[in-house]
């Protein structure tokens, strides 16, 4: 592997979802890598949210247009993620 390659790889990627009734799908309200993964992450962090890896999942929503909302194929990712925090903050009492 060389440095580039290696570099590419350690590149954090991060992609906040928001969802509420009026919405049809959970959409995209923050993305980014590196730099801006981190901050996305550190806020998420401090507001006490969750914060669920998934190597493959996070490829395909960052693709994804900021506002947009997540396409149906990736549903079922989406709702196992919804699912994970549900179940902790249950267990936290929230």
Do not use: T
């Not at 309200?29 to 993964?37: H, Q, T």
């Not at 550190?42 to 493959?56: A, F, R, S, T």
């Not at 960052?62 to 947009?68: K, P, V």
């Amino acid at each position: 592997m060389n440095k580039r390659e290696k570099r590419n790889k350690e590149i954090k990627k991060a992609v906040a979802l928001s969802y509420k009734e009026d919405f049809n799908a959970p959409k995209v309200v923050a993305k980014g890598k590196g730099e801006i993964a981190e901050k996305i992450v550190e806020v998420g962090k401090k507001e006490n949210i969750e914060i669920y890896k998934d190597e493959e999942l996070i490829d395909e929503l960052i693709s994804l247009e900021l506002h947009e909302e997540i396409p149906p194929e990736l549903y079922e990712a989406v709702a196992e993620i919804i699912l994970f925090v549900y179940r902790l903050d249950k267990e936290k009492g929230e």
